[in-house]
């Protein structure tokens, strides 16, 4: 009998790192990823183009998932549970926020903070006991980084967000540590990728960026409360 797939839901994953670390999770063995997207007909398009890489025994399932609208948060969580139901799957494993974008701060944090904390909480119920909420951070919300100088980049709503979101991190890690769950609840840096939230101005490949991410996703057990890059801990 063959065992249960690991069960992930990527956030924002129509395009960026979440769509290659969709694609890397996918060409993996006995995965089941749920690719969420703004926009259903996007995550379609973007599935229809590496479709021939899935490993025969995972499958993508694309999710209309807004993560700022409430209607959207409710529809895309009874999605997923009934899908898992009809598959008779006890449920998630792992969420990963991986949604992000830039714009002024009202647009940013609404994202970034406000819409990954709502989507969270609605998905929680889902999340097996040993699963992991993994938050995609950036060096940029460290707060040490930002008293080093020369100072990094100063991209104040962005960068504030970020460090919101680590803070939510280290709370959540503590509620899970009070309720047993075993749920891991980590910060990843996959670097400063090439992608549309920046122009394509980054630096890496996020084909490769996204390999921190798939590789922590696919971990059964590791540490919770922490800050990492592929290259070890990050200040907070």
């Known amino acids: 009998m063959s065992s249960a797939p ?3 839901l990527v956030t924002g994953s129509n395009q960026g790192l979440g769509l290659h670390t969709v694609r890397k999770l996918a060409a993996t063995p006995n995965v089941l990823v749920f690719m969420a997207s703004r926009k259903l007909a996007a995550a379609e398009e973007a599935l229809a183009k590496f479709a021939s890489e899935i490993d ?9 998932l807004d993560i700022t609208d409430a209607t959207s948060i409710k529809n895309a969580y009874a999605f997923i549970a009934k899908y898992l139901q009809e598959k008779s ?26 819409g990954t904390v709502v989507l969270t909480e609605a998905i929680r119920p889902l999340l097996q006991n040993g699963g992991a909420i993994l938050n995609i951070s950036s060096t940029l919300g460290s707060l040490a980084v930002h008293t080093q100088r020369p100072h990094p980049p100063l991209y104040a709503a962005y960068s504030s967000s970020k460090s919101a979101l680590n803070a939510i991190t280290l709370q959540w890690a503590i509620q899970e540590e009070e309720k047993k769950s075993g749920i ?16 394509y ?7 490769d960026g996204c390999m921190i991410i798939v590789q922590t996703a696919l971990e059964k057990e590791g540490k ?7 290259d070890g801990p990050v200040a907070w």
Request: neutral net charge.
């Open 56 to 64: 025969a025994s995972s499958t993508v399932v694309p999710v209309q």
């Open 224 to 230: 919770s409360g922490v800050f990492f890059s592929k």
């Open 201 to 207: 101005q980054g630096t890496m490949d996020p084909a």
């Open 6 to 8: 690991r069960t992930i």
């Open 89 to 114: 799957l006890p449920g998630l494993d792992v969420l990963i926020n991986n949604a992000a974008r830039v714009g002024t701060f009202e647009e940013v944090y609404s994202v970034n903070l406000f």
């Open 184 to 199: 891991r609840v980590v910060s990843i840096c996959p670097g400063f990728n090439a992608t549309n939230l920046n122009q």
